[in-house]
Every structure is written in structure tokens, then in C-alpha cells.
């Protein structure tokens, strides 16, 4: 059973950093990445790495947020840093593999102003 489980939310003041981490359990995803979901948005991509390392990163985000793995220990991360308000947001880990999505349940990642 393939199983996705983020860590790392919590509440921070604008300009701070969070990293969150997504640990996968089960097989490995080469097509891993980190989507968001604020209240009454749809969910959005917000970073994308393959399991050779490339990246593709939200120009909402980049230059602040950085997506990285550990394909040894299967885990994907995502650096957030200078968190803004509008960053607010559920944060989940997904990955597609031949087709098949599978999703973490989310870390709520709230930055006050």
C-alpha cells in the first residue's frame, strides 16, 4: 500500500521559514510534488521534482520555495522561505506513477501578517 504522509506545518509570522517533508512508503515515485490548496481555491501546484532532481517550481513561489528529495530514504521536501500571507494554505504531497495519483492527507501551513 502506497502512502504519502506530510510533516512540518504549523503557524508562522510573515518572513519566516517552514520546511515541510513527505515521507512515501510503499514504492518509489520518480514524478513527486508539493500542491496547495487555500480556503475556497482550488488546489494548485506549487513544486514539482522528477527522480533525477529536475524541478519545476510556481512563479508565485520561486525564489522563495526550493523542492528537493532524498531518494534513499524516499522522501520529498519542500524549503519555504520569506512565508507570506497568501502563502496560507493546506499543503499536500502527491506523486503520479503510470497514471495512478496518490496524495498525501496535508499539513496546514497559516502565516499571519
Known amino acids: 500500500q502506497v502512502q504519502l504522509v506530510e510533516s512540518g506545518g504549523g503557524s508562522v509570522q510573515a518572513g519566516e521559514s517552514l520546511r515541510l517533508s513527505c515521507a512515501v512508503s510503499?514504492?518509489?515515485?520518480?514524478?513527486m510534488g508539493w500542491y496547495r490548496q487555500a480556503p475556497g481555491k482550488q488546489r494548485e501546484l506549487v513544486a514539482a521534482?522528477?527522480?533525477?532532481?529536475?524541478?519545476n517550481v510556481a512563479d508565485s513561489v520561486k525564489g522563495r520555495f526550493t523542492i528537493s528529495r532524498d531518494n534513499a530514504k524516499n522522501m520529498v521536501f519542500l524549503e519555504m522561505k520569506n512565508l507570506k500571507f497568501e502563502d496560507t494554505a493546506v499543503y499536500y504531497c502527491?506523486?503520479?506513477?503510470?497514471?495512478?495519483?496518490?496524495w498525501g492527507k496535508g499539513t496546514l501551513v497559516t502565516v499571519s501578517s
Open positions: 502527491g506523486g503520479e506513477d503510470y497514471g495512478l495519483h496518490y
Open positions: 510503499g514504492k518509489f515515485i520518480d514524478a
Open positions: 521534482i522528477t527522480g533525477g532532481g529536475l524541478t
